[in-house]
């Protein structure tokens, strides 16, 4: 008795085509996409199209694809994104309170920093952490905390192509690559009007009971602050008392 081979439903192509990005892989062309899902060409441009309608996919400016915000809405409905908002909250609002500045929380989402909560100060300035913005790693201190424990290869690929999003944005690998080390060695990161002019920002980061950073918390001040290194300790406090809270057994 012969069988007929059972055909791939279009959900699961569709997953498929999700499922070719990963953090070595954030953004891809229509033929890698294809390719890496085993897919035709045209069916895979086909269901590209539809997801970048849907916003499940987003188009770059070079012509590459990236995961879109809808997945980020969807995955902010999560277990995960829940828990860690709901614990780091009551931290976030001490260090504003304390402050007066803008505090938020960021998690790695393919090559950007994906905002998932944040705090605004009183005396806050004007910044484009939203939750759900996603903006580059090199340019944010909680982004630059990612990097920095980020695995080598992703890393590389990342310092291959920096973009300036201001005079002050670092843009130089070498450089870069230093400031990585840096962050690692002394647990904290900072940036310099490299994502805004005026605006200077602390990050630590946030871990798993293995040690693994999961997420950061940052801090965005004014460029003026007179005791703007003073700040560094308090964000490594919070930071470790949400990392406590997420793992009780360290």
């Known amino acids: ?37 085993e897919l035709p ?13 849907w916003r499940g ?11 879109g915000r809808r997945i980020w809405d969807l995955g902010a409905l999560a277990a995960v994104s829940r828990e860690l908002r709901a614990t780091a909250l009551p931290f976030m609002q001490d260090l504003s309170s304390t402050t007066g500045e803008n505090v938020h929380i960021a998690v790695l989402e393919g090559s950007k920093a994906l905002f998932v909560d944040r705090i605004s100060g009183q005396r806050a300035v004007p910044v484009v952490s939203k939750p759900g913005a996603r903006l580059p790693l090199h340019t944010t201190g909680v982004g630059k905390v990612l990097l920095a424990h980020a695995d080598p290869e992703f890393q590389h690929d990342y310092l291959s192509d920096l973009g300036k999003v201001t005079r002050h944005t ?20 900072t940036t310099s009007e490299e994502m805004t002019i005026g605006a200077s920002s602390i990050a630590a980061p946030i871990t798993d009971s293995a ?27 919070a930071a470790r008392g949400i990392t406590r809270t997420i793992n009780p057994s360290i």
């Open 1 to 37: 008795m012969s069988r007929t081979a059972t055909r791939p439903s279009v959900t699961s192509r569709a997953l498929s085509v999700l499922g070719t990005f990963d953090s070595s892989h954030p953004r891809r062309t229509l033929t890698e996409i294809a390719t890496a899902a």
């Open 41 to 53: 060409l045209s069916t895979a441009h086909r269901l590209v199209a539809e997801l970048v309608t």
């Open 57 to 67: 996919l987003a188009r770059c400016d070079d012509g590459r694809y990236e995961i």
């Open 170 to 189: 670092i843009v130089e690998p070498q450089r870069l690559l230093r400031q990585l080390t840096e962050i690692r060695q002394r647990g904290y990161a």
């Open 211 to 237: 040690g693994a950073v999961i997420a950061a918390l940052g801090l965005v001040t004014s460029s003026h602050h007179r005791a703007f290194s003073r700040l560094a300790p308090a964000v490594q406090l």
